[in-house]
């Protein structure tokens, strides 16, 4: 059976649009590749799906990646070409998934590290500070407000006319779409590709089952840091990894080895946004 991928080009500029209804808007990030060497710089893009009760925020090529995976189950593709599929769809930098509730005033988190991470917290009042700085960002009128929060500083330019109060990860609560985003001590900045009407079948089917769910953000990160270093040991308890044909210490050796090699990546490339 034949799956045929298609990338999502997400270039997107709509003037003229009734705001009210469900949108689809495009950012790119431009991030330190290293964040050992803050000057290296990659970029990946996102997308926020604005729907009348809840948003969803999430990279591109995860969205893309989910949505292949999914089409190729339904399809009932026998696993192993799920396997080849899974190996050959494009993966970025970031599998976490940003869901704002809109009626309880809250969000929920959700990373895949090998299994499930999930984290739901009330949605801060940001105290934004509204200035009359004003530019032009694609034909959108945009003005400048600054939010101290975390011990960092964020720059964000919104746009009136665009009467969503939303905008990249968890940033929101301005009069109008936050169009660009920069945190300059973080070295990051969350460009605008454009807006959409959202076409059917496009908002993201997610589903926020977790093995590790947790309303502490303390618990969170230590629970989740925790895996992350002793992940091939953690794989080997949960039957991800087999031991057969080996002794217990080659094994023991061999699985440590990998968690110091995991681990040393990951600090090196460990770029994430505050969850505040």
Same mark, same amino acid.
């Given at each position: #059976? ?24 495009? %950012? ?15 970029? +990946? ?33 026998? #696993? ?30 959700? =990373? ?31 003005? #400048? ?15 009136? =006319? ?17 169009? =660009? ?18 076409? +059917?079948? =496009? ?51 061999? #699985? ?7 681990? +040393? %990546? %990951? ?10």
């Amino acid at each position: #059976m034949k799956f045929k991928l298609t990338l999502c080009y997400i270039f997107f500029v709509s003037h003229g649009l009734i705001f009210g209804q469900n949108y689809k808007v495009g %950012y790119r990030l431009s991030f330190p590749a290293d964040t050992l060497t803050p000057e290296t710089k990659s970029h +990946e893009d996102f997308l926020l799906f604005v729907a009348d009760k809840e948003s969803i925020f999430l990279s591109n090529l995860k969205y893309v990646r989910d949505s292949v995976l999914r089409n190729a189950k339904n399809q009932g593709m026998a #696993m192993a070409d799920l396997k080849r599929i899974f190996n050959n769809t494009p993966k970025g930098h970031f599998d976490f998934v940003l869901r704002k509730d809109n009626a309880t005033s809250s969000y929920i988190y959700s =990373e895949k590290i090998s299994k499930n991470f999930t984290f739901e917290h009330p949605i801060a009042n940001y105290h934004w500070k509204l200035s009359q700085n004003k530019k032009s960002i694609h034909g959108f009128d945009c003005r #400048m407000a600054v939010l101290e929060i975390g011990g960092y500083n964020y720059l964000a330019w919104y746009a009136p =006319e665009i009467s969503l109060k939303n905008g990249p990860f968890l940033f929101e609560g301005l009069p109008g779409l936050v169009l =660009e985003l920069e945190c300059p001590s973080k070295n990051f900045i969350f460009s605008f590709l454009g807006i959409e009407k959202l076409k +059917e079948g =496009e908002y993201p089917i997610i589903e926020f089952s977790s093995a590790v769910h947790t309303n502490n953000l303390q618990k969170y990160n230590s629970l989740r840091n925790s895996w992350r270093r002793n992940y091939a040991s953690n794989a080997a308890n949960n039957g991800q990894v087999s031991n057969a044909g080996s002794d217990p210490a080659s094994f023991n050796n061999f #699985m440590k080895n990998i968690d110091d090699q995991k681990w +040393e %990546y %990951y600090k090196a490339n460990n770029f994430e946004f505050p969850l505040f």
